[in-house]
C-alpha cells in the first residue's frame, strides 16, 4: 500500500482545488440526510455511499456537481448516494469519526468502511459498481459482452480446474475495489473472444491497445502484479480525477510538463517509447502547466516548460531533470537510465541552516538532518511543523521550555524542531509527515525511532522523555525567570538571628 504522505495530500487538494465549481439549485437524486432521518433511511441499506461535508469547504463544493451526476446514474443501478451537512448534525459526524471534509464512507447493512475511489461521477460510479458486484462474476454468452465493455478497466479469467480459479478470486478480493472480475469456463465462448488456452488473463481496457493477455499458470500474486502493471495508459493526462489511483499504483510517477497542446503532443510522441520500456517500473504522465504548473514545486522544477521529474509519492523523493538542458529523446533516455540504474540520488528541498544554532532548541534542515537527528551519540527529540498550523504555535513554548530544561539537565538529550513547509524529510529519516506537528523521538546508539501521540503538555513530554531516553532522565522545569530572580534574592539577604524588640 502507498502511505498518504502530506505530499500526496497536499496534490490531491491543488488539484481539487483547481477543479473547484458550485452546483445550481436544481432536483437532487443524492439523499439530504439528518440525525432524525439517518438510522431509518442508511442502517437497512445493503449498500450507501455517503458524503459528509460542510457548505464553506471548497473540496466539498468541487465534489458536488460530480456527486450528483454520480447520484443520477447510480439510482438507475438502483444503488443510494447521500449526503449530510455536518454544520447541522455535529453529533451524527462526531459519532462517525468525521474528521474532515468531505469524508466519504460506504454502509453495509450498518457496518462502515472508508470509500477509496476517485472523486469524479464516473470514478464514483465505477467504484460503487465494484461494490455493488460480486467479487467475480461467472460470465456466458448472455453476460459477456455487456460485462467486459461494463468499466474502463475490466479483468477476465478464462479458467476451468479449481486452482485456477481459486487463485483467480484471490486475486479478484484483493483488487475488488480497483476493478471488475469475470470468469469464463466455457471454451467456445472463450476462442469466439480469440482466447484458445486454458487458463488465460486479460485485461480489457477502454485505451491504449485494447486488452493484455497472459497465458499460463494463474497465481494469485502474479495476477495482481500483472493487472496492476497493464491497468493505466501508457502516457495520460493527470488531474483531480485519475490522481488518487496513480498514488494507489506503488509506482513512481514520471511528470511530462507542457503549456499547450502543441507541445503536450510532441512530447507525449517522444516519451512513449520510453513509457512502454519501463512499463511495471514507472508509470509516466502528462500535465498542463496552465493548471497545475504549481506541482513543478513539488519535484524542484522552475515554472519553464517542457519540464520533466520523477517523483516518489510514497516518500516524497524527487528527481528533476536538469533545466538548462533541452527535453528531448536523448536527454530523457539517458536521464531514466540513470535513475533506473539507482545512480541519482533525490534532490532534498532544504532551507539555510541558520548560523548561530547554539540555542536550547536545535533547528534542523534538510542537509542537516543526519548531522543532527541521526547523531547516535544522543537522544534526539524532535518536532517537524508548519508556521501557519495553530497546533504548533501552541506547543511553540512548551517545546522551547522542554529544550531549556533538557539543555540544562541532559547534554545528551537534544529537543530539536524543522520546518516542514521549508523542508524535506531525507528518505533515511524513515517517516512521512502526514500533518503538522509531528513528533519523533530517536534513541541514542540506535537511532530506533519512537512515535509520539500523547498530549502536548510539558508533563506529558517530560514522562515520554523519562521512558524513552537511554539514561531515563526525569527532566523537570526550570523556574520562570521571575521566579528564579525572587529566589536568588532571597538567598542573599541575610539570616535574622535575633529576637524583635
Request: a negative charge; proline letters at 4%.
Amino acid at each position: 500500500m502507498v502511505r498518504k504522505t502530506f505530499l500526496f495530500t497536499a496534490i490531491a487538494a491543488t488539484f481539487a482545488a483547481l477543479t473547484h465549481s458550485v452546483l445550481a439549485e436544481e432536483a437532487s437524486d443524492v439523499l439530504s440526510l439528518t440525525e432524525k432521518t439517518f438510522d431509518q433511511q442508511v442502517l437497512d441499506q445493503d449498500l450507501m455511499l455517503v458524503e459528509f461535508f460542510a457548505p464553506w469547504c471548497g473540496h466539498c463544493k468541487a465534489l458536488a456537481p460530480e456527486y450528483e451526476v454520480a447520484a443520477t446514474t447510480l439510482k438507475e443501478k438502483n444503488i443510494k448516494i447521500a449526503k449530510v451537512d455536518c454544520t447541522e448534525n455535529q453529533d451524527l459526524c462526531q459519532k462517525y469519526e468525521v474528521r474532515g471534509y468531505p469524508t466519504l464512507k460506504i454502509f453495509r447493512n450498518g457496518e462502515t468502511s472508508e470509500y477509496k475511489g476517485a472523486r469524479k461521477a464516473d470514478g464514483i460510479v465505477s467504484y460503487m459498481q465494484k461494490q455493488a458486484s460480486p467479487a467475480v462474476t461467472e460470465l456466458d454468452a448472455t453476460n459477456f459482452g455487456e460485462f467486459h465493455t461494463s468499466d474502463r478497466v475490466v479483468v477476465v479469467g478464462y479458467a476451468k480446474d479449481e486452482a485456477s480459479k481459486e487463485a483467480f478470486k484471490a486475486a479478484a478480493n484483493k483488487l475488488r475495489d480497483d476493478f471488475l472480475f469475470g470468469i469464463v469456463t466455457d471454451e467456445a465462448l472463450a476462442k469466439e473472444h480469440k482466447v484458445t488456452e486454458f487458463p488465460t488473463l486479460v485485461v480489457y481496457k477502454q485505451f491504449d491497445e485494447g486488452r493484455n493477455d497472459k497465458i499460463g499458470e494463474f497465481d494469485a500474486a502474479k495476477i495482481e502484479e500483472f493487472v496492476k502493471t497493464n491497468s493505466f495508459p501508457l502516457l495520460d493526462a493527470i488531474d483531480a480525477s485519475n490522481f488518487q489511483s496513480y498514488a494507489e499504483a506503488g509506482l513512481p510517477l514520471a511528470y511530462l510538463f507542457h503549456d499547450n497542446d502543441e507541445l503536450a503532443e510532441k512530447l507525449i510522441e517522444m516519451a512513449t517509447p520510453l513509457a512502454q520500456k519501463y512499463k511495471g517500473k514507472i508509470n509516466f504522465v502528462h500535465i498542463d502547466a496552465n493548471k497545475f504548473g504549481g506541482h513543478a514545486a513539488n519535484l524542484a522544477l522552475k515554472n519553464e516548460w517542457p519540464a520533466f521529474g520523477i517523483q516518489h509519492l510514497d516518500t516524497g523523493a524527487k528527481f528533476p531533470l536538469d533545466q538548462t538542458k533541452e527535453l528531448n529523446a536523448e536527454a530523457l533516455e539517458a536521464f531514466l537510465e540513470q535513475y533506473d540504474s539507482g545512480k541519482l540520488k533525490p534532490t532534498i528541498k532544504s532551507a539555510e541552516a541558520p548560523v548561530d544554532n547554539s540555542g536550547p532548541v536545535k533547528v534542523v534542515v534538510a542537509n542537516e538532518f543526519n548531522d543532527i537527528v541521526l547523531d547516535k551519540s544522543k537522544d534526539v527529540f524532535v518536532e517537524v511543523y508548519a508556521p501557519w498550523c495553530g497546533h504548533c504555535k501552541n506547543l511553540e513554548p512548551i517545546w522551547a521550555k522542554l529544550g531549556e530544561a533538557a539543555a540544562i539537565q541532559d547534554s545528551d538529550i537534544v529537543i530539536a524542531k524543522m520546518d516542514g513547509t521549508e523542508n524535506d524529510i531525507p528518505e533515511e529519516a524513515g517517516f512521512d509527515v502526514s500533518g503538522f506537528p509531528t513528533l519523533k523521538f530517536f534513541k541514542a546508539d540506535t537511532n530506533e525511532m519512537i512515535d509520539y501521540d500523547g498530549d502536548r503538555s510539558f508533563d506529558d513530554l517530560t514522562e515520554f522523555i523519562s521512558k524513552h531516553s537511554t539514561k531515563n532522565t526525569k527532566i523537570d522545569a526550570v523556574p520562570e525567570a521571575e521566579e528564579a530572580e525572587e529566589e536568588k534574592v532571597q538567598e542573599k539577604e541575610p539570616i535574622n538571628t535575633h529576637d524583635e524588640l
